[in-house]
């Protein structure tokens, strides 16, 4: 257990709808990572926030969102949903102002969206 | 941008016999490199990782990476393959203090 929840583990919704994916980074860490996970693409990073600001943007569409709210939750709303968004959404948290080059990324399970 | 390129995205070896996992890096920076790996419907968990300290690295469950700065690569090895260790493998590289780049993953198969 890596100490990083993420809600809801799958989601099944239609094409044209808004989702909103939930994590709860581990206690104390300040940062959260969003990834997106697909066979065609890999593993690819969508934003990072530190401690409720944005401070890197990924390969992040213009159709998704993201905050991090005062208690470190973080959300990723997706919107106007396409068949193409379905895939394994991954919440990461580290400790510190998310310097990885010496720290790690804690992985949740995911959360499963398929569009149909 | 920084890149890495995960040779094979699927490796099968029989239990006991020697793991490696490839993986290739591109950086314009002194990188530092990572090992992640995932097990069937979990997330991803740190193995090793290189932070320019001394260049073979060692992890958890037995495998150990190889930095070669003159192969720009970091591969992954295990001496001797469990069938626990079946799961899909990540190298990473960090581009920027802020973000991780991941190969496209490599699944490991271990035959009883």
């Known amino acids: 257990d890596s100490g990083v929840t993420q809600t809801p583990k799958h989601l099944i919704t239609a094409t044209g709808q808004r989702v909103t994916l939930r994590c709860s980074p581990r206690?104390?860490?300040?940062?959260v990572y969003w990834y997106q996970q697909s066979l065609d693409q890999g593993l690819q990073f969508l934003i990072h926030?530190?401690?409720?600001?944005?401070?890197a943007k990924g390969n992040i569409l213009e159709r998704f969102s993201a905050q991090q709210f005062p208690d470190l939750h973080s959300e990723l709303n997706l919107s106007s949903l396409e068949l193409g968004d379905s895939a394994l959404y991954f919440c990461?948290?580290?400790?510190?102002?998310?310097?990885?080059?010496?720290?790690?990324?804690?992985f949740g399970e995911g959360s499963r969206l398929t569009v149909l | 941008a920084q890149s890495v390129t995960q040779l094979g995205s699927h490796v099968s070896v029989s239990e006991g016999a020697l793991v490696l996992l490839r993986c290739n890096y591109s950086?314009?920076?002194?990188?530092?490199l990572f090992w992640y790996v995932q097990y069937p419907n979990q997330g991803l968990q740190l193995l090793l990782k290189?932070?320019?300290?001394?260049?073979l690295v060692k992890g958890i469950n037995g495998f150990e990476a190889e930095f070669k700065k003159s192969e720009t690569s970091f591969h992954l090895t295990k001496p001797s393959a469990h069938m626990s260790d079946a799961a899909e493998y990540f190298c990473?590289?960090?581009?920027?203090?802020?973000?991780?780049?991941f190969g496209q993953g490599t699944r490991l198969t271990i035959n009883p």
């Open positions: 990461a948290s580290s400790v510190g102002r998310g310097n990885l080059r010496t720290g790690e990324l804690f």
């Open positions: 206690s104390g860490d300040l940062s």
């Open positions: 926030y530190y401690n409720g600001e944005e401070r």
């Open positions: 950086s314009s920076v002194p990188p530092y």
């Open positions: 290189y932070t320019s300290a001394a260049t």
């Open positions: 990473a590289v960090t581009e920027g203090a802020q973000k991780l780049v």
